[in-house]
């Protein structure tokens, strides 16, 4: 039996860490942590998937391209390109980002914004000085350089001062528009408010044999393994890849999600 409830797209999530379980470096500076082998890994799972999803912290910090230019020729385009999903509350991608310009030049697709559906933007949006009208011209500038905005209510956060998407009706959302698998990358923030839901059918760590410091960037970490069970670890290149699934779930890693 499937563990999936099937309102929402098979989930993976999966990052790279540091021995000392640091996702990127002092102030987010961006590392590549993953060795060339495990990476050419996270690129074919990348294949494997409907949709790549990021948060826009991420977005803003390391300009991702999300697509899956380390496989080995003939053609890297000639692989399934995810769909790039951004989780973005208040519209603050760059209509200059990768993604879009990608889109653009035809060699990426359609990159999808999920934000929050703002019924009285002064109140309920964060940002400085942000109101109904600079919210709408943001929104249109990114509709013009390609991206489709899919807005979603907004939930408060758990200390009831902030807003936030909430993860369970961001994936049924993006399942009712054909979203069967997605992917979800990081960063910090996504990746502990997908642990804390228990959303992931399947977990991937890639952990690089290697010390980021105390600066460095982590996520909160589950204090027990939730609803995932260990299925195993592989040695690729330099790194260890550890992967669990759904406890109830016999699936392990077949290819097709
Ligand atoms: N080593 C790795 O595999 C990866 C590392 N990274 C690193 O992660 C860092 C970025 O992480 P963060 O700043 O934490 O940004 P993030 O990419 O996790 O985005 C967080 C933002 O998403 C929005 N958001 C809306 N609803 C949310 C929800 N329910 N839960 C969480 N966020 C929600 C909020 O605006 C929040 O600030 C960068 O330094 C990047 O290099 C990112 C991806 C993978
Ligand atoms: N698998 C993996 N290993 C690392 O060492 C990483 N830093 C990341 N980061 C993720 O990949 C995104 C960059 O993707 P592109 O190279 O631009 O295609 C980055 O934004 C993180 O989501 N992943």
Request: proline content about 7%; overall charge neutral; hydrophobic content about 40%.
């Amino acid at each position: 039996m499937s563990p999936t409830p099937p309102k929402r797209p098979h989930t993976t999530l999966t990052f790279a860490q540091s021995l000392d379980a640091k996702i990127a470096g002092a102030e987010g500076r961006q590392l590549i942590l993953s060795g060339e082998e495990s990476m050419i890994m996270t690129h074919w799972m990348r294949t494997m998937h409907d949709g790549i999803l990021i948060g826009i912290g991420t977005a803003l910090n390391d300009d991702p391209q999300l697509n899956v230019r380390k496989l080995p020729p003939p053609n890297a385009m000639s692989y399934h390109l995810p769909r790039p999903i951004i989780i973005d509350t208040y519209l603050r991608l760059p209509p200059t980002c990768k993604l879009l310009l990608n889109y653009q030049n035809k060699v990426g697709r359609r990159p999808w914004v999920v934000c929050g559906h703002v019924a009285a933007p002064s109140t309920h949006s964060r940002l400085p000085a942000d109101t109904a009208e600079t919210r709408l011209l943001r929104k249109q500038a990114l509709e013009a350089a390609g991206a489709r905005i899919i807005e979603i209510p907004m939930t408060p956060t758990a200390d009831g001062i902030g807003t936030r998407l909430s993860i369970p009706s961001v994936l049924q959302t993006l399942k009712e528009l054909g979203i069967s698998s997605v992917m979800v990358e990081g960063g910090a923030q996504i990746i502990s408010s997908f642990m804390e839901e228990n959303t992931a059918d399947t977990l991937i760590i890639t952990i690089a044999p290697t010390f980021v410091g105390a600066s460095g960037v982590a996520y909160n970490c589950i204090t027990e393994a939730g609803n995932l069970k260990y299925m195993g670890t592989m040695a690729i290149g330099k790194d260890s890849v550890f992967t669990f699934c759904h406890k109830d779930s016999n699936i392990f890693y077949q290819g097709h999600f």
